[in-house]
T-cell receptor, first 116, second 113 residues
Framework: AQSVTQPDIHITVSEGASLELRCNYS??????LFWYVQSPGQGLQLLLK??????LVQGIKGFEAEFKRSQSSFNLRKPSVHWSDAAEYFC??????????????FGTGTQLKVEL | DGGITQSPKYLFRKEGQNVTLSCEQN?????MYWYRQDPGQGLRLIYY???????QKGDIAEGYSVSREKKESFPLTVTSAQKNPTAFYLC???FGQGAETQYFGPGTRLLVL
């Protein structure tokens, strides 16, 4: 069974500082990997995804993530954080389902606080 | 605008009552999903549907029921058998092609009176 670990429950960074959110996954085959962001009381917005190919993927809002198969990791990075980036971030691994669609397994999330 | 709508935004349930959460999408997606979100636990899959008139249990289906009579709609009923229904419920949809993205609605918060 697939699983996702986000080891940091809370992270606080200063505005303008760099950010790295950690994600480790467990999956037997080549994974589909996602990062979503959630503002309080809102749904999830897709930041970026990895299906195959280039292991460094670019997303929206200046975020990027790097897939490292040897480390089973898919860490999210941003070179300079803005106050509006304060939110909860979820890493997810997806597996295709027979008949269509995919089953996502989510990590428990990392709450990002940005200090001005 | 294409997207996923969920209603109501807040829902209150009395003891022993069944309540239904609405999810509608106009993205022409075949697959739809319901997740439950609790603080510190991430999202857990309740039910999913890959096609009209068919649906499958997810990881925490007990106490919930769904229907998929139309491609656009995937309502979730929280039954009285669900003893701890207070949570944030998220609906999602995808094209149903395998390696693909799920898009999420704004969510419904269910509270117990």
């Amino acid at each position: 069974a697939q699983s996702v670990t986000q080891p940091d429950i809370h992270i606080t960074v200063s505005e303008g500082a760099s950010l790295e959110l950690r994600c480790n996954y467990s999956y037997g085959a080549t994974p589909y990997l996602f990062w979503y962001v959630q503002s309080p009381g809102q749904g999830l917005q897709l930041l970026l995804k990895y299906f195959s190919g280039d292991t460094l993927v670019q997303g929206i809002k200046g975020f990027e993530a790097e897939f490292k198969r040897s480390q089973s990791s898919f860490n999210l990075r941003k070179p300079s954080v803005h106050w509006s980036d304060a939110a909860e971030y979820f890493c997810a691994v997806g597996a295709g389902i027979t008949g269509g669609g995919n089953k996502l397994t989510f990590g428990t999330g990392t709450q990002l606080k940005v200090e001005l | 605008d294409g997207g996923i709508t969920q209603s109501p935004k807040y829902l209150f349930r009395k003891e022993g009552q069944n309540v239904t959460l609405s999810c509608e999408q106009n993205l022409n997606h075949d697959a739809m999903y319901w997740y439950r979100q609790d603080p510190g636990q991430g999202l857990r899959l309740i039910y999913y549907s890959q096609i009209v008139n068919d649906f499958q249990k997810g990881d925490i289906a007990e106490g919930y029921s769904v229907s998929r009579e139309k491609k656009e709609s995937f309502p979730l009923t929280v039954t009285s058998a669900q003893k701890n229904p207070t949570a944030f419920y998220l609906c999602a949809s995808s094209f149903g092609q395998g390696a693909e993205t799920q898009y999420f609605g704004p969510g419904t918060r269910l509270l117990v009176l």
